[in-house]
């Protein structure tokens, strides 16, 4: 078996440029480095996260004793866009309960309680996980 670092190299980062529905997804697996920004109310939530969440978690498998930096920063998602990032980040709590250190930056425009609000609940859902709010100043 490779070490971690050297499988990971070889997983196929995925980059997904952002539409007016659906966010940038940037996941480089090969420098633990995942972000999602933009807005997500895909047509079908499910469908678009899908394939995501399943190459996160064959990602995630590989993992030992590593460093993953997570970084959120959506300005409006749907609810069934709230399930599966509930789904993601249950994925990325499970690697940080097998000992992988997750830290999670979860950006929100200052004045924007709901998506703070859903932050914390994030937090608390997810204690594994080592959790950073970042309000941010609206432009």
């Not at 997904?16 to 529905?21: C, D, F, K």
């Not at 997500?40 to 993992?63: H, M, T, V």
Request: contains cysteine.
């Amino acid at each position: 078996m490779l070490p971690d670092n050297e499988q990971t190299s070889r997983m196929d980062n995925i980059y997904i440029a952002p539409t007016p529905s659906s966010p940038e997804v940037d996941f480089r697996f090969d420098t633990h480095t995942l972000s999602l920004r933009g807005e997500s109310y895909p047509e079908n939530a499910a469908a678009f996260y899908g394939q995501i969440i399943e190459r996160l978690k064959a990602y995630l498998d590989l993992l030992q004793d590593s460093k993953v930096e997570v970084n959120i920063a959506l300005a409006y998602f749907n609810s069934s866009s709230t399930k599966m990032l509930f789904n993601l980040i249950a994925a990325l709590d499970e690697a940080a309960e097998a000992g992988n250190h997750i830290a999670l930056n979860w950006f929100h425009d200052e004045e924007d309680d709901t998506i703070f609000e859903f932050g914390q609940e994030l937090c608390e859902d997810f204690p594994a996980i080592h959790f950073v709010n970042h309000p941010v100043r609206p432009a």
